[in-house]
């Protein structure tokens, strides 16, 4: 590992985009914008849209930007940062208290009270479930037949196409009532078409009805609700409002959400509603969840009452009363129905004659794929754990199994991935989002399940829990799914952490490759999933670490890295090397680092909507979903892009959501490619955020080099010993253990 830069010439003098000065008027002139999402969700202290949440107020240097104000507290318009969601670090930090915080010796409090007792009434039947509660399921259902348009879609699309969501109905025109209602609020005129797209044709009724609506709008923040309602409501409007109440938990939840929780304890709720100065909180929490805003899970011992009369040092777990909105809550039911229907139900038999597993497992190309063959031909979910060296394994079981009449197919999560596929040999590879859109695969059956009898999915880490759900929905009874990952990169950027928890509830068997990722990068990589940062002998100039004191050094040396030193070194085009940052904003982040790559590498006054031909960007057709791609060009019907040697326009007005400069990208965005070089730009003020998980992600995203822009000195080595990921609260793992039994070591 060298501390040089690769080729050792003179600096130039950094320009002034290099010197990393933010845009004038950005809002992220101050803060990192650091990436992962927090462990728990505490209030708007962060940004609104999903993947880097920042530590200070709310969002400076986050992904979505803070909201733009025509005046003092007014909610501005500013939309979210293009794929902010696709990064975790978006959702406000909430410092979740668990229900083992309170004080020795301190009772539960009231509403924890009064919410067993409610779900003790569901339970012997003196309440409806349906009133507030979620009922547990019994038994996995039969698989649900799939969506009708996604069943309707095309069968297959030519390899390399980029799968894109099935969009919404157009949009809502904002109507003239909603701008009367919004200048009576206070609210600029700006801000209508958000709000139409939010609220939809009704958004001026329902703002007069309940102003606190306004907080459906992400950019929207609690105390510009607040003035919008006291401009409408007057001597009406109070901090105890029950309207402000069942926004403010809502707007929590979703916020949580976009930090990967699909629920929180309802003391972390609880405690924002204090935080928000609502006078009685366990009251105005109680009024919520008897409206049905949200639903309420109970998790802990099945027979309460017994455990009290243990006494309390043998009680068992506490009872956690977790609190979620139902779009994520019923995705996870779905989701572990869905698996307990895989793991219980037998695997298809095939095609006449019955397939020989064992001579494939024979024939296999290292241990480690054997194993996976064996595993996979006796159950109907199995997981898969390697680095990137141990994709073969998947590959060669998809290929085994197509090889013996199966409908095989391997599915990644980017277009990256897939052609890391095909170059292993697997001829029908493809991405979840193309198989699930029917853009790409086999198809659909007649009953509108996936037409196939194996599917491996790689990177499944970065399955949430909603395309998972919709994944695990659309397979029939007797399909073999393999989900395979690396356990130590980033979670996914939407909510959930659905690799993790199945692994953690070991209902199906776990296969661990052992074949390790080669090389000086491979042996770094592989310590910092143990938490070893080590020193690695890199005699070809793998690894560089090119120390820094400022944010200002640090993107002069990015600059200089990516444009002269990296391609000297390394016979790669200028600007070909990806740069990876922990946020958007700030003085480092990625939007100074590619207005200063930008004018290095391709100057031009961005007649584009800001962009010009030949930048490189990244295209975000769906959250959690980047492509790379280089401008070609713009006309009336959008602007055009080279996406990996697939043209694909981008619509004039979703250019602004969806593309972005790509010299520099964050590590959620990052995760599920590879390039042959990258840059790990580390400014001083990403310390507080840096993970096991985040280092691990960034630093395994080089194939044949990395260099890291180090100006976090301690902080690094700290980071990959003493915090391996950022929590989420999710109710996965608990769900599926209910509905299977343990797999075997």
Request: aromatic residues 2%; charged residues 25%.
């Amino acid at each position: 590992m060298s501390t040089d830069r690769p080729t050792g010439e003179a600096e130039p003098k950094p320009s002034r985009a290099e010197r990393g000065a933010p845009t004038a008027g950005t809002p992220d002139s101050a803060g990192a914008g650091p990436e992962e999402g927090p462990a728990a969700v505490a209030g708007d202290s962060a940004r609104p849209a999903g993947g880097e949440p920042a530590g200070g107020g709310e969002p400076q240097g986050s992904a979505a930007g803070a909201p733009a104000r025509d005046g003092a507290g007014q909610p501005g318009g500013e939309r979210a940062e293009p794929g902010a969601s696709d990064d975790a670090s978006g959702a406000e930090p909430v410092n979740a208290p668990r229900g083992d915080d309170v004080p020795a010796g301190k009772a539960r409090s009231a509403v924890a009270e009064a919410l067993a007792a409610a779900v003790r009434a569901v339970e012997s039947g003196e309440r409806d479930a349906a009133s507030f509660f979620n009922e547990p399921k019994p038994k996995p259902a039969a698989r649900r037949p799939a969506p009708a348009a996604a069943a309707a879609g095309p069968a297959m699309a030519g390899p390399g196409a980029v799968a894109r969501p099935v969009r919404a109905a157009a949009p809502v025109a904002p109507s003239a009532g909603l701008t009367e209602v919004l200048a009576a609020g206070g609210a600029p005129e700006a801000l209508a078409g958000q709000v139409a797209e939010a609220l939809g044709e009704h958004a001026a009724e329902e703002l007069r009805e309940d102003p606190w609506r306004l907080l459906a709008v992400p950019a929207v923040q609690p105390e510009q609700a607040d003035g919008f309602a006291r401009a409408l409501l007057g001597d009406a409007c109070g901090p105890g409002d029950e309207r402000r109440a069942r926004a403010l938990v809502a707007r929590f939840l979703e916020r949580a959400a976009l930090a990967g929780h699909t629920v929180l304890e309802s003391s972390a709720v609880l405690a924002e509603l204090s935080r928000r100065s609502v006078p009685d909180a366990e009251d105005a929490l109680r009024d919520v969840l008897a409206e049905g805003t949200v639903l309420v899970f109970r998790e802990g011992p099945e027979d309460e009452q017994e455990g009290e009369e243990e006494g309390e040092e043998d009680a068992g777990e506490p009872v956690r009363l977790l609190l979620g909105l139902d779009r994520y809550a019923m995705a996870e039911e779905s989701l572990a129905d869905g698996l307990a229907r895989l793991v219980n139900a037998a695997p298809g038999p095939g095609p006449e004659p019955a397939p020989d597993w064992a001579a494939a497992a024979e024939a296999a190309p290292s241990p480690s794929a054997a194993e996976l063959i064996r595993a996979v031909a006796a159950a109907g979910l199995v997981t898969h754990s390697g680095g990137e060296a141990a994709r073969a394994e998947p590959a060669a079981l998809v290929t085994a199994a197509a090889g013996m009449g199966l409908r095989a197919w391997a599915a990644a999560h980017t277009e990256d991935g897939r052609r890391r596929l095909t170059e292993l040999g697997v001829a029908d590879a493809v991405t979840v989002a193309g198989l699930l859109s029917g853009q790409e695969g086999p198809g659909r059956d007649a009953d509108g399940a996936l037409a196939l009898d194996v599917l491996a999915v790689l990177d499944a880490p970065q399955l949430d829990v909603e395309t998972a759900a919709l994944l695990v929905e659309s397979l029939a009874d007797g399909t073999r799914l393999v989900l395979s990952g690396d356990p130590g990169v980033l979670w996914s950027a939407g909510p959930g952490r659905v690799f993790a928890d199945v692994l953690a509830a070991r209902a199906c068997p776990a296969v661990v490759s052992r074949t390790p990722d080669p090389g000086p990068i491979g042996e770094l990589v592989s310590g910092i999933g143990v938490g070893e940062l080590n020193q690695v002998a890199a005699p070809g100039k793998e690894v560089v670490i090119v120390p820094v004191r400022e944010p200002a050094e640090a993107v002069h040396r990015t600059v200089q890295l990516v444009a002269d030193s990296v391609p000297r070194a390394f016979g790669v085009e200028p600007g070909a090397a990806q740069v990876i940052t922990p946020g958007h904003g700030g003085p480092a982040g990625t939007r100074a680092l590619n207005a200063a790559l930008k004018e290095r590498l391709n100057p031009g006054p961005g007649r584009f909507g800001g962009f010009d031909p030949g930048d490189r960007v990244a295209y975000v057709p769906a959250p959690g979903r980047m492509v790379p791609g280089t401008v070609v060009s713009a006309d009336a019907e959008g602007l055009r892009l080279d996406c990996g040697g697939t043209p694909v326009v981008v619509p004039r007005e979703r250019v602004g959501d969806e593309v972005r400069h790509g010299w520099a990208v964050t590590a959620h965005q990052a995760a599920g490619t590879r390039w042959p070089t990258a840059v790990v730009v580390l400014p001083g003020d990403a310390a507080p955020t840096l993970t096991r998980s985040w280092v691990y992600t960034a630093f395994s995203r080089g194939e044949r080099h990395l260099s890291v822009v180090q100006g976090v000195e301690q902080a690094l080595p700290r980071a990959v010993a003493e915090v391996p990921a950022k929590e989420r609260t999710t109710r996965l793992r608990p769900l599926l253990e209910a509905q299977t039994r343990p797999a075997d070591s």
